[in-house]
């Protein structure tokens, strides 16, 4: 069993793990442990078990629906020492790696044989492959190589009643059903990851990437399902908008002309004789769209600073309060404009700051608000504000999350968009593997036991 530094508790722990980067609602633990190996894992989880322990998987609480939040109190497990890579195969273009390293770590490892691990969460330099395989995570790079999901061979998961199971397939594409994607996006309620073998991909042979102002949200939004319907598939096509570039001008001292309503980044990859005929019809409809600066990367080293705006927006926005809330919902691409319009409504009508930075080719939306947390009505002004952004989504015919899951923040809303009896066949799987609820309890399964009562809003009183 696990001793000395390996297991704590006290304060500063409580301080530290009451919940992950959705901050508004917060439970602590009793206790938190870090176990080294998948044995250690197995025997705190049957510890919990026997003991009636609700026990929480945590990686690096990147998550932005609370997921990671001990909800009912009792022992969080974090990945944070499961940190090896267990094996590189790199003819088959394959490796085995342990929960707890870090989603870059793993295409640092295989570089050097031109490969990389495709999912790339913005978060990717920290969060956890546990935590990607959790959230079945995407990226600004998913409009083409997809989530997390097609990535994933195998996961090896200490189970809810502390069992070791593997899932899936070491090879792409083997006989049988593909049970690993049963675990992806299966939010750490069917047990806790300790290891899985990921497919690599290669780092494509050529890319070319342009940064586009437009002085409006329609036009960008038009320009956006225009590459779209002619048929090129866009490595990323981001947007960020207005409030996004103040917030960047605010913190990094980043430029563009002073009209932009909204930027677009793009970027085509692959063979270079594609990229090149792809690339050149795109920068053509862009022009269209009477763009009031366009800048094309020349190099590498162009490139990444024109990335710079997207990566370091979420950052930026900082300096604009002291607290954000980014919320993550789902929409047809073509409903884009008029949505943004509806954020924007929202977020006046309940007085709070809001920013938008996200996915635009596959209608995956980020409305950030920013707002001060130690004033209670701002926080409720935010959750109601989310509540009513996310049903727009479903009545657009779209989805509660593109990629940061339900977690503590919309599993009230799962009921919005699931029927009855997708809702009870949701819960009889759950109840397959974990029938007592004691893996990670109040998440993505809504009206379980206590859920309501332990956890506690955030009012700011402790600053
Ligand atoms: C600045 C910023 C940018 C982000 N950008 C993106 C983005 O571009 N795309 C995106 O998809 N997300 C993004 N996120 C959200 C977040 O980073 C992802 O959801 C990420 O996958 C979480 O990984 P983590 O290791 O931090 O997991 P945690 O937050 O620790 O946990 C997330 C969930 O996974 C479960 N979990 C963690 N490890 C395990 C395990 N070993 N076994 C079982 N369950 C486990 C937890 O219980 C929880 O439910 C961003 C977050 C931030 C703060």
Known sequence: MLTGDAVRWGAAVDRAYDCDAYTVDRSAPAAVVLPSTEQEVQAVVRWCVASRVPFTPRGAGTGLSGGAMPALGGVVISTKR???????????QRLHAEAGVTNSALSKAVAHAGLHFAPDPSSQTVSTLGGNIAENSGGPHTLKYGVTAPHILTVRVVSPNGEMQEFG????????PAWERLVV??????????????????????????????????AASD?????????????????????ILMALKVAFGL????????LLLLECDGEPKQVEEDFARMLAIL?????????????EAERKSLWTARKKGIGAMGRLAPTIVTHDGVIPPSTLPDMLEFVYAVAAREGIGVANLFHAGDGNLHPCF????????????????????????LELGGSLTGEHGIGVEKV???????????????????ELFNPDTLCNPCKLIPDQKGCVEHMVRWRGVAT
């Not at 920013?370 to 727009?392: C, L």
């Open 169 to 176: 397939r070491r090879v792409v594409g083997g006989p049988g």
């Open 185 to 218: 996006g299966s939010e750490g309620l069917l047990g806790v990851v300790v290891s899985a073998w990921v497919h690599l991909t290669p780092v494509p042979k050529a890319v070319q990437t342009v940064l586009v102002a437009l002085p409006t949200i329609r």
């Open 255 to 262: 430029e563009f002309p002073a009209d932009t309503a909204a």
């Open 370 to 393: 920013y707002f001060d947390d130690r004033d209670p009505k701002q926080v409720e002004s935010v959750v109601r504000a989310g509540e009513e952004i996310m049903r727009k989504c």
């Open 223 to 243: 320009a956006v399902a225009s590459v779209i319907a002619s048929g090129i598939v866009p490595a990323a096509l981001e947007m960020m908008d207005r409030n």
């Open 412 to 430: 009230g809303l799962m009921h919005a968009m699931f029927g009855p009896e997708d809702m009870a066949l949701q819960r009889r799987v759950k």
């Open 82 to 92: 499961l940190n090896r890579i267990l094996e590189v195969d790199l003819p088959n």
């Open 287 to 299: 022009k269209g769209f009477a763009p009031l600066e366009l800048r094309v990367a020349s190099d």
